[in-house]
Structures are given as structure tokens and as C-alpha cells.
């Protein structure tokens, strides 16, 4: 991705992202094994303590040509 600048990128934290991808039930089990009415609640924790601390790592890499077509 290219970012511009002035431009912004949202965060976002979640367990799921249905219908784009299948909905994951947090047993450990093959996907496909599952059953519907086996699915476990899952957490997420966003840790801001100084020694704690959660973090999103964005490298800068080369820029690459474009081309169009």
C-alpha cells in the first residue's frame, strides 16, 4: 500500500470479519470439524501499560514504479 501524505490508516481489532472469511469458533479444532453449536467467546486485549504495551509495526520500504496499463 501506498500512503500519501496527509493520509491516515485505521486500526481495527476484531475476532471476525464475516462473510469475508469463515467464522472461526476459538477451539483450537479443524475449521471444517467444527460444528455450529461449538463456537467458544473469543477476547481481545489492547494493552497500553508502559511495560505492556501493544504496537502495529509499519515498515517503510522502497518505493516501487508503477505501471500503467
Do not use: W
Amino acid at each position: 500500500m501506498r500512503f500519501k501524505a496527509g493520509h491516515a490508516i485505521r486500526l481495527e481489532v476484531s475476532s471476525s470479519n464475516f462473510p469475508c472469511y469463515d467464522a472461526n469458533p476459538n477451539t483450537g479444532g479443524r475449521l471444517a470439524a467444527e460444528a455450529p453449536i461449538d463456537p467458544r467467546l473469543a477476547t481481545q486485549i489492547i494493552y497500553h501499560q508502559p511495560d505492556r504495551e501493544s504496537r502495529l509495526i509499519l515498515t517503510v520500504g522502497q518505493s516501487r514504479p508503477s505501471f500503467a496499463p
